[in-house]
């Protein structure tokens, strides 16, 4: 199966910067589509960025929140993924996610990492 694991979490100031890893084993990345997710207690989780496989010319598509602030990148050799953040705001606080995604004819698999702390402060 395919795991997950992401690093980079942490307390950073507002206007900061900061660099999410996610780091997978268990398959290739090459065919999978990568996004990042956050969520924030009491509040759904939602879409930060996604990109997809080399065949789909890496494609991105980004939270309106987050546009022009956060990048999302992939290094398909080493089968990680990557999550620029610059001028964080307050509001990006939450805990980070890594998604990956892909098919085996019909069906559809969907794994999640553990997920990574990510505070702003004021």
């Known amino acids: 199966q395919l795991q997950l694991v992401e690093s980079g979490g942490g307390l950073v100031q507002s206007g900061g910067s900061l660099r999410l890893s996610c780091a997978a084993s268990?398959?290739?990345?090459?065919?999978?589509?990568m996004g990042w997710y956050r969520q924030a207690p009491g509040i759904q989780r939602e879409l930060v960025a996604a990109?997809?496989?080399?065949?789909?010319?890496?494609?991105?598509n980004y939270g309106d929140s987050v546009k022009g602030r956060f990048t999302i990148s992939r290094d398909n050799a080493k089968n990680e993924v990557y999550l620029q953040m610059n001028n964080v705001r307050p509001e990006d606080t939450g805990v980070y996610y890594c998604?990956?995604?892909?098919?085996?004819?019909?069906?559809?698999?969907?794994?999640w990492g553990q997920g990574t702390q990510v505070t702003v402060s004021a």
């Open positions: 268990g398959r290739i990345l090459s065919d999978v589509i």
């Open positions: 998604q990956a995604e892909y098919w085996i004819g019909p069906n559809r698999f969907e794994y």
């Open positions: 990109v997809a496989p080399p065949r789909h010319g890496e494609q991105t």
